[in-house]
């Protein structure tokens, strides 16, 4: 099962598409939000690769606002992961910047921060050559 795919519930009937399935949990799209055991869905159509390609671009493509939740980062993970890589990554960086200014508002010597700061500017150089 993947992102786009109909399935239903066989308890309930209910009819759902899912979001993202992982360790044998499938997470609906939709609200409100929820998982169930692989195991209690029955697959009624499975998408074709293009339905497939559109259903994770809903998810990821559009303002990141409007898919604030859990599943749009998931569904990044399993479906484009350097593109989930190079957003985490992204994000670690951001946050040592800002331990940095922190750490120097508060005195710690440079020589301290030196491998930290060398670090992050090694990684954002290669950031920017990956983004050429």
């Given amino acids: 099962m993947r992102c786009g795919d109909t399935v239903r519930a066989k308890k309930t009937g209910m009819v759902l ?3 993202y399935e992982d360790n044998g949990r499938a997470i609906w799209c939709g609200w409100p939000d929820g998982t169930i055991d692989t195991e209690e ?3 009624v159509e499975a998408c074709s690769d293009d339905e497939h390609a559109k259903s994770v671009a809903r998810w990821l493509d559009a303002d990141r606002s ?3 939740d859990h599943r ?3 569904i990044e993970q399993l479906y484009r992961p350097e593109q989930y890589r190079r ?3 992204s994000m670690a960086l951001d946050e040592m910047d800002s331990a940095i200014s922190r750490l120097r ?3 710690v010597p440079e020589s301290a921060l ?3 700061v060398t670090f992050v500017a090694a990684r954002r150089a290669a950031e920017e050559e990956a983004g050429k």
Avoid: K, T, W
């Fill in 41 to 43: 869905l029955e697959l």
């Fill in 87 to 89: 957003r985490v990554e």
């Fill in 114 to 116: 030196a491998p930290v």
């Fill in 66 to 68: 409007i898919h604030g």
């Fill in 17 to 19: 598409e899912l979001a």
């Fill in 72 to 74: 749009r980062s998931m």
């Fill in 105 to 107: 508002y508060c005195a």
